[in-house]
Nanobody, 126 residues
Framework: QKRLVESGGGSVQPGESLRLSCTATDTSSVCLAWFRQAPGKEREGVAV????????YYTRSVKDRFTISRDTAKNTLYLQMNSLKPDDTAMYFCAASQLFYCTLQTGLKAENYNSWGQGTQVTVSY
């Protein structure tokens, strides 16, 4: 049974950075991803990484600002978020897929994930 627990959220000012972590047991062979959901909006795929720390993909709005990584030995997924903007404000969730390989098209779709963390809040404001 996969278990995912996020940490690292908080409140920051625009331009600052945060690093989210997610302990994710029994997930070494599947894609892992970060999703986010702002109030009144649909859940959005932010970034996905393939098993073994392979290829990764990002939604356009965070590309070049966010970096996803995973440490299989520590069963941990990370999301380094730089140059944060108010539009990045949301609840962030880590998720484990039932897929063993993800592309940009498949990796950012919530329907391809069957295990979710409880979420961690990120707020970006002055």
């Amino acid at each position: 049974q996969k278990r995912l627990v996020e940490s690292g959220g908080g409140s920051v000012q625009p331009g600052e950075s945060l690093r989210l972590s997610c302990t994710a047991t029994d997930t070494s062979s599947v894609c892992l991803a970060w999703f986010r959901q702002a109030p009144g909006k649909e859940r959005e795929g932010v970034a996905v990484i393939n098993p073994g720390g392979g290829s990764s993909y990002y939604t356009r709005s965070v590309k070049d600002r966010f970096t996803i990584s995973r440490d299989t030995a520590k069963n941990t997924l990370y999301l380094q978020m730089n140059s944060l903007k108010p539009d990045d404000t949301a609840m962030y969730f880590c998720a484990a897929s039932q897929l063993f390989y993800c592309t940009l098209q498949t990796g950012l779709k919530a329907e391809n994930y069957n295990s979710w963390g409880q979420g961690t809040q990120v707020t970006v404001s002055y």
